[in-house]
């Protein structure tokens, strides 16, 4: 995955044992593809040394504002200059205090003070004691970073080094990751309340069976995590899958289409935008036994009857909502063969502006797919790449239509 591909980031670590993290940090970075320079703290070297950094960025370090390998002995200029963001993480307490005062008595807080700051982003994980992260010293700080123009992400809870438990954990190195992602991604859907289904749905024939389908929701999920990288608040409805939650969504597990149907059409008031992702089972038993169907020993299968699920897309775009046009929905067709025709077919049957149709025997848990996306203008589409890429694809354009929705 090289979504930061090109970015050049000055990753600067600063006194406290989250420095551990920085190490998977700056390796997570350069694995997505930025190029990381990372400068240190005199405190930052007493929990991780230099050399580490160093192989797993693939440069030096700077730990002194007066290394003499720049040429101009000017390493906060020189490298401020060159970055498209200062990340620093783990960013101290102490650290913090200092950087609301314009202190600028070694090199991180010198290259802090002297970046340009109408282009070089200053992005904060802060690390602490979770006595020293609610002290009102601290929060006082932090909300005159903010004010400042510092970009400072939100901290972990859990189980601190110290042995005490709450809120002042560093980000893990993936989430940090995650938020560079979204502070990099153009906010195109910011103030959407964004709903997506995704996943199959599993319908009971007794307490150890039941039919359901090869989706594997990674389309699903996807889309929800571009969505909320573009800005927008995303609920996420999911049948089962063995998925990770993206970060910063609301996720709600269901299992049937009955329970799929439930959530969504009590969420769907609230939303702005749905979008049907999931491959709902069309039908499920009439009724579940309560127990194991056990063979009878006839040799015969059990006879068995099936009622019609709700079409859980139809309904929401039905809505008063929908047609009010204050809910913009977009639709799914997991197809075998004739993929223009039946989706064409499928977007007016199912009364919704934009339909997305793949090949679903081609796409079903793979990491890429092809997506055709067909509206009352007629189709174009997306060739096979990941999904990653597909989905940030069609978040962009759902964005565009809706600003003339
Ligand atoms: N869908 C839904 N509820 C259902 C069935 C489908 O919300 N009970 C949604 C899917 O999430 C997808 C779209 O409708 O966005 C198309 O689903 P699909 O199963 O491909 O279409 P069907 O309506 O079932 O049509 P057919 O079985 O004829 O292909």
Not at 97 to 120: F, N, W, Y
Not at 336 to 352: I, N, P
Request: net charge neutral; glycine share 8%.
């Amino acid at each position: 995955m090289n979504d930061l591909h090109g970015k050049r980031i000055v990753l600067g670590l600063t006194g406290g044992i989250a420095c551990y993290k920085a190490a998977e940090l700056c390796r997570s970075l350069v694995k997505a593809g930025a190029q990381v320079q990372v400068v240190m703290t005199e405190a930052a070297a007493q929990f991780i040394t230099p050399v580490t950094l160093q192989a797993l960025s693939g440069h030096p370090v700077y730990t002194s504002q007066w290394d003499a390998r720049e040429g101009n002995n000017m390493a906060h200029i020189n490298l401020s200059r060159e970055a498209d963001a200062i990340v620093i993480a783990p960013a101290s307490a102490d650290f913090m205090a200092k950087l609301i005062h314009g202190k600028a008595d070694e090199l991180l807080s010198l290259m802090c003070l002297a970046r340009p700051l109408q282009t070089v982003p200053l992005i904060l994980a802060p690390a602490m004691n979770r006595e020293m992260w609610a002290h009102p010293a601290t929060q006082r700080n932090v909300a005159q970073l903010k004010a400042d123009g510092a970009h400072v992400l939100d901290v972990g809870q859990g189980d601190q080094a110290c042995g005490e438990t709450g809120d002042g954990r560093m980000l893990e190195a993936d989430e940090i990751v995650e938020e560079l992602l979204a502070f990099w991604t153009p906010q195109v859907l910011k103030g959407q309340q964004v709903l997506i289904t995704a996943g199959p749905t599993y319908e009971a024939i007794d307490p150890v069976r039941g039919i359901t389908n090869l989706s594997s929701g990674k389309m699903g999920f996807a889309i929800a995590r571009a969505a909320r990288h573009a800005g927008a608040e995303v609920t996420l409805v999911a049948g089962p899958v063995s998925l990770p939650t993206p970060r910063g969504i609301k996720r709600i597990d269901v299992r049937s289409a009955l329970q799929m149907n439930d959530a969504v059409q009590g969420l769907a008031g609230h939303a702005s935008v749905f979008i049907a992702a999931a491959a709902v089972a069309d039908w499920r038993p009439a009724a579940a036994a309560d127990h194991k169907i056990k063979k009878d020993g006839s040799g015969d299968a059990p006879d068995m009857k099936f009622v019609e699920n709700p079409d859980i897309l139809a309904q929401v775009a039905h809505s008063e909502r929908a047609q009010k046009r204050q809910l913009f929905c977009v639709g799914f067709a997991a197809e075998s063969h004739d993929l223009l025709a039946l989706a064409t077919a499928k977007r007016a049957r199912k009364g919704v502006p934009l339909l997305v149709g793949n090949i679903g025997p081609s796409t079903f848990g793979q990491d890429d797919n092809a997506l055709l996306l067909v509206d009352a203008q007629g189709a174009k589409e997306l060739p096979r790449d990941t999904k990653t890429k597909l989905a940030q694809d069609l978040i962009q354009d759902i964005a565009q239509r809706l600003s003339k929705h």
